[in-house]
Nanobody, 113 residues
Framework: QVQLVESGGGLVQAGGSLRLSCAASGFTFSNYGMSWYRQAPGKERELVAGIRAGGSANYADSVKGRFTISRDNAKNTVYLQMNSLKLEDTAVYYC???????WGQGTQVTVSS
């Protein structure tokens, strides 16, 4: 059974940093690309960053240069390092696998002024 469990969200001041983690289980993690999405209140869910099985990454324009996605295949975990956080980064952040509709429960990130 595929499971994705996010952690690391919280309340942070603008300009601060957070690192999100997503622990995966139930599949061969190293074989799959992984992504982070986010959904702000009243907005559609949007792609933040993705990382392929081989390690190459892509980012939404809004987070390029501030966020870094990475993976540790030994720990079956994908990370999202978020620096220089802005008010508009406030959202629930979700982890997902590239194939199949598997989503975590989400972790709330709130950026305050």
């Amino acid at each position: 059974q595929v499971q994705l469990v996010e952690s690391g969200g919280g309340l942070v001041q603008a300009g601060g940093s957070l690192r999100l983690s997503c622990a995966a289980s139930g599949f061969t993690f190293s074989n799959y690309g992984m992504s982070w999405y986010r959904q702000a209140p009243g907005k559609e869910r949007e792609l933040v960053a993705g990382i392929r099985a081989g390690g190459s990454a892509n980012y939404a324009d809004s987070v390029k240069g501030r966020f870094t996605i990475s993976r540790d295949n030994a720990k079956n975990t994908v990370y999202l390092q978020m620096n220089s956080l802005k008010l508009e980064d406030t959202a629930v952040y979700y982890c997902t696998r590239s194939v199949g509709s598997y989503w975590g429960q989400g972790t709330q990130v709130t950026v305050s002024s």
